[in-house]
Every structure is written in C-alpha cells, then in structure tokens.
C-alpha cells in the first residue's frame, strides 16, 4: 500500500508538529525474488522535523506546550540567570488536569442515501439516554459539550445534554466522520488514497485543536465531552498515546460508548476507559 503518504497531509499547512512522532523509522516488508521481505526505512515528510523520538520513547512536547519550547532563550537575561528562567518557565507551565469524554454517536439509519437523514434509530436514541444517564451519574462539573455536524452526533448531542442542563455546546466540522489514515493491515474495501488526504488534514487538525494539556491560565481541573465518530475516537486515542495511528482501525467501539482521556500538566496522557458500554444492558448494545 502507499505507506503512511495519507500523513503527508500536514504540509498543507496544519499549525503545531505533534505528528512528527508518528514518523519515527518503520522497518516494512517488500518481497524480493526469493520470497523473502527486504527492509526499507520509510522517510518522515520535512514538516515532521529532524528531532524524533525513536520508537518506545515518549516525546514530551507533543502538544508544543512543554514550557521550555515555549521560552526563547536567546532573550534570557544573564545578570538574572537561573532565577528568571524559572519565573518564565512557571508563567507557561499548566497547572490543571483536563478530562476529555469522546463519545461514539449512537446507533442511526446507515441505509440513508442522504447524511440528514441518517438519523438515530429508536434504539439509537436509548442508546443516548443511557450515555447521558452515565455522564450524569459521574457527578463531575462538565464545562462543554463539543459535537461534530454530521446529523447522528447532533442528534445523539441533544439527547444527552439534556442529563447535563447548562453545559454549553459547540458544533465543530473537525469532528465529523472520515478516513484520518490508511490503516494497516490494510483493508481491501477500504478508501482511495485522495480520501485518506483529505479526511486526515482535518481530523489531525482536530486532534491538535482538542487534545492537549491545559492552558497556563486555567486554575482549576476541567472534563469536557466531545461526541463524534468511531474513526476520529480511535485515530486521537492513538495520537494521543503515540501509538502508531495507522493501528487505529484495530480498535473497535460500540454505539454510545464514552471513552475517557486524561491529559496532565506535565503532558502525560492515560487512557481511563476505552469503548464502555458496561453501563448498558446487553440488548441495548450495537456497533453499526
């Protein structure tokens, strides 16, 4: 297949350089004569950067917020020294911890020609009660409720928020379905290669606008929902946990399901739940 080519999307001017740890030296099999796979190491893009962590090794800036990228250095005042560096270091380092909710849309009418009418099944719709039930039930202080514009998140959005009264919510394009990479194994039914391009700009993009650790100026720890599809779920899993992102389709979720991130001010990021459906009863439960 055209390996990794569908991350060439970046150069088309995506702000940040998180995806540079998506390229660190892959070894991949090409046939030779007698069977056997010769390796070829396959060259990371020039927007990807020249200072990659190998494989294994966590990049802590991923997100380009780690506090010493943030200071220039070449204006460090000498007589000051040490001291106001470290001001200046703690004026950009985050504080609060941010809890991302990614919530798979519920169960919709996949036969529709038309994406409005791809609305949400009767079952569909308990599937949502129950997800927000869930939310409710958490007890947390959820600040907002970001959702794609495709119809079934927007749908399962309305249900849901109506267990979480005065949360805000925010309708956002960078959410909505697509292809974000080619995946492998590859997969024969799978997108042409202009899908992968195209789709992938926008969902990496999504990842850099939405997953990252905390603003300076945010005091107080934040959990924040984001209600859109199993491909944008199971690509930003992986980025955010630098897994290889081509492995995104190895994940599967279920309708309705809530999988939890949290990213801390350090940068670390861990992975509370991934695809709960446990709250729903066994006949409540659909993947389409």
């Known amino acids: 297949m055209a390996f990794r080519q569908a991350l060439q999307l970046a150069a088309c001017g995506l702000a940040g350089g998180s995806a540079a740890v998506l390229f660190s030296a892959v ?77 798979r849309h519920s169960q919709y009418h996949v036969d529709a020609s038309q994406e409005k009418d791809r609305t949400l099944t009767p079952l569909g719709r308990e599937q949502a009660e129950l997800t927000g039930l869930r939310l409710a039930s958490l007890g ?79 005091q107080e720890d934040s959990y924040e929902i984001l209600i859109c599809h199993a491909n944008v779920i199971r690509y930003i899993v992986c980025r955010a946990l630098q897994f290889p992102p081509e492995g995104w389709l190895r994940l599967s979720l279920n309708n309705g399901s809530i999988t939890h991130l949290v990213v801390r001010p350090d940068g670390r990021v861990a992975l509370r739940a991934l695809g709960d459906t446990g709250f729903m009863p066994p006949d409540k439960i659909s993947r389409s």
């Open 27 to 103: 070894a991949v099999g090409k046939p030779r004569a007698g069977g056997d796979a010769e390796p070829r190491v396959v060259e990371a893009p020039a927007w990807a950067g020249s200072a990659r962590p190998g494989p294994g090794v966590w990049d802590s800036n991923w997100d380009r917020r780690e506090p010493l990228s943030l200071v220039n250095l070449r204006k460090r005042n000498l007589e000051s020294g040490e001291e106001e560096l470290a001001s200046r270091l703690d004026h950009y380092k985050a504080k609060a911890t941010r809890h991302i909710f990614l919530i």
């Open 140 to 218: 947390l202080k959820f600040n907002k409720i970001v959702h794609s514009s495709m119809t079934r998140a927007i749908e399962t959005t309305d249900i849901i928020s109506k267990h979480l009264p005065g949360v805000s919510k925010v309708s956002t394009d960078l959410l909505r379905e697509g292809a974000p990479i080619e995946p492998d194994p590859p997969v024969s039914h799978w997108k042409p290669e202009a899908v992968y391009y195209e789709d992938g700009a926008r969902i990496e993009a999504a990842f850099r606008n939405y997953i990252h650790r905390a603003d300076a100026k945010q």
